[in-house]
């Protein structure tokens, strides 16, 4: 069902088949092992069920001022129990329990927990179940899979378990039913329940298959829930028939208030994921209203809400997805958690390591802010798991097994969990920011480009406005079209032009169907982005990078897209400028910015920058690198720079001769231009002082020129030859000579050489 409902906005009754997903078992060990198991190592240092957990980090080396910090929290844990912490008051939660599976896992782990304190192993089953485990769905079957799978589980060390059923407490959120509230009052008058405190429990429950865990009970009604239970048990066990059934009816809405309103000493979940564009309107609304920093996705309020039910030495361990590190609608949930918690371990894992199409993270973190806590970072790829997708070691030894004080986030700004940077490259983020030396500007979304876009060569060449200072020049002029920059595919220096965008009458139609469309936008500016920077020199990128960032130069005379957002050096320092941002530099900046495959507008403005020493620059090879960039995508009939074919321009007397000289000039221009980028790296990375940190090596595969290839030159050349025959093109005079239709201002005498 999950196929049917997934990708469109969702009805409460399918949120549970839209949301489930399966958490391997490693993964929910590390969650249990490191929060459960590191509760115990806390207050038993000298126990040794640490070298049995598999996936147990042992926590980094602390400071002695960590250290106290840690003790006096956990000393305060103990204190509720008397001189050591007591199994039986470990208590965990799992708020969206599905079947089980992590409840299972944490059972394995408290009865290491009671067999080492001592305990007789019958006792353990029941104890672990009635005292321990606490989990909560909005799905009944699942539920009920749950409690299966755990009394299966306490069956198997002991056999006379069912012989006296224990009380388990898992649930299944069930709705209330506040228009019934008048009858609940009169069949319970002679109770003394207040109708106010019956308001208080339908209200909260109205949409509670909706909500599920993440409704949260006011601390004043908290407190009156034992009252309220006690009062209800009564009226059940009354004579009055209807007391008894509203009694029935408003009991089981007392017991999910209760175990929604407790603390635990640890909440584990793979929470429902769950995007603003998928939740209905009830559910948006709650998300807005309730959870306001993480309202952006279910997981993100889940973790959110986890924390309200722990209690100050309790951990919230949640695998999810790894947006909320990165991502700026996340930024002040990320912030108030670096402000008030503590992360203390994480297994960040990359697409399809849990058999989904996104990168994820298992991070447990500590209800409690730990001033210069040292944390424990680990990276898993997908190449890193097994066959059964189990690491083949863990932690996993690579460049980002890490360990990192919580306070370092703070360095960036948006504070990104960039675990794997080192100090000299947060050392970085103390430079001025990219966006005071240029300006970073969004472009335009035509909001329907099937109408107002073209390939260029779509068009009659004539139609065409190139190289104006801005639109409504070109408009002056009798141009209605304009070459358009829409970022592309990865290249660097320059490249990637073959659109051009209708915008006649200075974008006066275009401005029109946003307006029609969009009729709350006050300013059409919302969309048609930046008009005032249309034409100018500047640099774009793509914003989908694949992992690689690559920055071209625009040319005066382009208006440009969302995908092709642009940047505008305010001293027009453009070789600078886009020396700096086509070396690893960028590359590491930006993968801790936003390592996600989409660089944003607001990622470029945070870049650290200084300029460089003028004598340096004048040195600088971005200049060379833009002209053979140019001089490569002009060799190509999707250039409207085109002239001449590069086999032609050889001018050898027979084709043999003429592609491998060809061949030859390519091989030296991409030899060339690795000297150039390797050249340009080094004068940054020495400027920046990151010469332990990064290579000035450039991959061939980065060097985005077009290699000499028999095959595809040959469809190239006839293509060309085509366009000879047709008049397109002619061997008298470089670029395109006619484009037109219908023969009009065909001058047959530019082809001599060949008629």
């Given at each position: ?8 906005v ?14 391997p ?36 080396e ?26 039986e008051?470990i ?13 299972v ?9 009671y ?11 029941r104890?672990i ?12 079957r ?11 589980k ?35 008058a002679?109770?003394?329940i ?9 209200d ?11 409704i949260?009970?006011p601390?004043?009604f ?6 309220l239970?006690?009062?209800?048990n ?29 603390q635990y ?6 929470p429902?994921?769950?995007?603003g ?5 009830a ?12 309202k ?38 990320r ?6 918690r503590?992360?203390s ?5 990359g ?27 680990s990276?898993?790829d ?8 189990i ?6 030894l690579?460049?980002r097994?890490?360990t990192?004080k ?12 960039a ?8 050392d ?36 065409i ?8 020049e ?11 920059n ?9 490249g ?19 307006k ?17 920077y249309?034409?100018k ?28 957002s642009?940047?505008?050096?305010y001293?027009n320092?453009?070789?600078?400028v ?15 910015l ?11 403005k ?8 003028v004598d340096?620059?004048?040195?600088t090879?971005?200049e ?15 250039s ?12 050898q007397?027979n ?13 030296n ?19 920046y ?11 061939d595969e ?11 030159d040959?469809q ?7 366009g ?28 001599q050489?060949?008629?």
């Amino acid at each position: 069902k999950k196929d049917q409902v997934i990708g469109k906005v969702v009805k409460s009754e399918d949120i549970p088949a839209a949301t489930q997903l399966f958490t391997p078992n490693w993964i929910v060990k590390y969650l249990v092992q490191n929060s459960v198991g590191r509760l115990w190592m806390m207050t038993q240092p000298e126990s040794t069920l640490a070298s049995e957990w598999e996936y147990y980090i042992q926590p980094a080396e602390q400071t002695d001022e960590v250290n106290a910090q840690l003790k006096q929290l956990i000393d305060v844990r103990i204190s509720e129990d008397g001189d050591t912490l007591n199994p039986e008051s470990i208590m965990v939660l799992d708020p969206a329990c599905g079947s089980g599976h992590i409840l299972v896992e944490a059972y394995d782990c408290l009865k290491a927990i009671y067999l080492e304190r001592g305990y007789r192993s019958r006792d353990i089953p029941r104890l672990i179940l009635e005292k321990n485990l606490y989990g909560i769905d909005i799905d009944t079957r699942a539920a009920q899979l749950a409690s299966f799978a755990l009394l299966m589980k306490a069956r198997e060390d002991d056999r006379r378990l069912f012989s006296n059923p224990p009380k388990l407490n898992i649930i299944a959120l069930q709705d209330s039913q506040p228009d019934r509230l008048d009858a609940f009052s009169q069949d319970l008058a002679s109770t003394g329940i207040a109708q106010t405190d019956l308001k208080e429990l339908l209200d909260l429950f109205e949409h509670a298959s909706t909500f599920g865990s993440l409704i949260q009970v006011p601390a004043a009604f908290a407190k009156k829930l034992p009252d309220l239970e006690s009062k209800l048990n009564a009226a059940a066990e009354s004579g009055d028939i209807f007391a008894q059934q509203s009694a029935h009816d408003l009991l089981p809405l007392v017991q999910q208030a209760k175990l929604l309103a407790k603390q635990y000493d640890a909440v584990i979940a793979n929470p429902p994921y769950m995007g603003g564009k998928g939740m209905n309107t009830a559910l948006k609304d709650f998300a807005k209203k309730k959870f306001p920093d993480s309202k952006s996705d279910l997981f993100a309020m889940f973790i959110e809400r986890g924390f309200a039910w722990c209690k100050d030495s309790g951990f919230n361990s949640m695998v999810t997805m790894q947006s909320w590190m990165f991502l700026s609608s996340y930024e002040a949930m990320r912030e108030k958690l670096l402000q008030d918690r503590t992360l203390s371990c994480m297994v960040h894992m990359g697409n399809g390591v849990m058999g989904i199409a996104f990168g994820t993270a298992a991070t447990v973190m500590l209800n409690n802010h730990v001033r210069d806590y040292t944390g424990s970072f680990s990276y898993c790829d997908n190449n890193d798991i097994n066959e059964q997708g189990i690491p083949r070691q863990f932690p996993i030894l690579n460049n980002r097994l890490k360990t990192i004080k919580n306070d370092a986030f703070d360095k960036i700004e948006g504070k990104p969990i960039a675990y794997w940077a080192s100090e000299k490259t947060l050392d970085l983020f103390s430079l001025n920011q990219f966006e005071d030396y240029a300006s970073i500007r969004q472009g335009m979304a035509t909001t329907d480009n099937e109408r107002f876009l073209r390939k260029w060569y779509e068009l009659p060449i004539n139609f065409i406005g190139f190289g104006y200072d801005s639109p409504s020049e070109g408009n002056a002029n009798g141009y209605e079209w304009f070459p358009y920059n829409k970022g592309g595919e990865y290249r660097k220096w320059y490249g990637n032009f073959e659109y051009v965008v209708n915008y006649e009458n200075n974008g006066e139609v275009l401005i029109e169907l946003v307006k029609s469309k969009y009729p709350k936008i006050s300013d059409p500016e919302f969309v048609i982005k930046n008009r005032s920077y249309y034409c100018k020199e500047g640099i774009t990128w793509s914003d989908v990078t694949s992992g690689v960032t690559s920055f071209r130069f625009v040319p005066k005379g382009m208006i440009f897209d969302g995908r092709g957002s642009c940047i505008f050096p305010y001293k027009n320092e453009i070789n600078e400028v886009i020396g700096f941002l086509n070396t690893p530099i960028t590359l590491l900046v930006a993968s801790l910015l936003n390592p996600t495959s989409v660089l944003n507008p607001g990622d470029i403005k945070k870049l650290p920058y200084k300029e460089l020493n003028v004598d340096l620059v004048s040195n600088t090879a971005a200049e060379k690198l833009v002209k053979i960039a140019k001089l490569d995508w002009d060799s190509y009939e999707t250039s409207w720079d085109f002239t001449q074919n590069p086999i032609i321009r050889t001018q050898q007397p027979n084709l043999e001769l003429a592609f491998n000289t060809w061949q030859q000039q390519n091989a030296n221009a991409v030899a060339e231009m690795k000297r150039l980028e390797e050249e340009n790296n080094k004068l940054f990375i020495d400027a920046y002082g990151l010469q332990d940190e990064l290579t000035p090596d450039v991959p061939d595969e980065q060097i985005t020129l077009t290699r000499a290839d028999c095959e595809k030159d040959s469809q190239r050349l006839i293509s060309y030859a085509l366009g000879c025959m047709m008049g397109r093109y002619s061997l008298d005079e470089p670029g395109l000579i006619y484009a037109h239709a219908g023969n009009q201002d065909f001058d047959a005498s530019r082809y001599q050489k060949f008629p």
